[in-house]
């Protein structure tokens, strides 16, 4: 089955500067690898996606890049603003094929942002 | 819609209780999936359906635990007997299809077994 990494596992950066997360995968048929943020005591929620057919997607300040042929993926934010302080999630599934629909979920990152 | 729907929000039981937790999925979503979240762990998936049918339940750790979907709108995971190391964070969440599989998470139940 499928095995996502996620590094680092804690993060601390100084606002305004640049975070980033790397995940790796090991299934190459794994074609959505989306990232979810959990705040502290609240439900994990969806902030981007990508699909494999692309190599990055940018919404404001976060962006995603991803690389196919190395099996791995990466969550960029810039700007960093308190509000980003949380714990944040890479994921990876098959779409598009019944039975292989799940979320492997990497351990997560808790990022936290320095006034 | 109100989203994903858990309950209890908190449970708090005696090891050897039965435990049952129950989530309401979006109307219209074709999956459900329930995961365990503990520091240790991170976020498990234990079990998921698709149009009530259980897809795959190799994340279930062992027979205590077992999940229904009587219907497309109501799933109960249940843990008998309980015990200490089942305390987590369940969490069910559900998705539309196959092709749009952003996950809609709910609040979650946290469960202490003392």
């Known amino acids: 089955g499928e095995n996502v990494e996620q590094h680092p596992s804690t993060l601390s950066v100084q606002e305004g500067d640049s975070a980033v997360i790397k995940c790796t995968y090991s299934?190459?048929?794994?074609?959505?690898f989306p990232w979810y943020k959990q705040e502290l005591g609240k439900r994990p929620q969806l902030i981007i996606d990508?699909?494999?057919?692309?190599g990055e997607k940018k919404d404001q300040r976060i962006a995603v890049t991803l690389n196919k042929t190395a099996k791995h993926f990466s969550l960029h934010i810039t700007e960093t603003q308190p509000e980003d302080s949380a714990v944040y999630f890479c994921a990876a599934s098959i779409i598009g094929f019944v039975g292989n629909e799940k979320l492997t979920f990497g351990t997560g990152t808790r990022l936290t942002i320095i006034p | 819609d109100a989203g994903v729907i858990q309950s209890p929000r908190h449970e708090v039981t005696e090891m050897g209780q039965e435990v049952t937790l129950r989530c309401k999925p979006i109307?219209?979503?074709?999956?459900l999936f329930w995961y365990r979240q503990t520091m240790m762990r991170g976020l498990e998936l234990l079990i998921y359906f698709n149009n009530n049918v259980p897809i795959d339940d190799s994340g279930m750790p062992e027979d205590r635990f077992s999940a229904k979907m009587p219907n497309a709108s109501f799933s109960t995971l249940k843990i008998q007997p309980s015990e200490p190391r089942d305390s987590a964070v369940y969490f069910c969440?559900?998705?539309?299809?196959?092709?749009?599989?952003?996950?809609?998470f709910g609040q979650g139940t946290r469960l202490t077994v003392v």
């Open positions: 299934d190459s048929a794994s074609n959505y």
């Open positions: 990508i699909r494999s057919n692309v």
């Open positions: 109307s219209g979503h074709d999956y």
């Open positions: 969440a559900s998705s539309r299809d196959s092709s749009n599989t952003e996950a809609f």
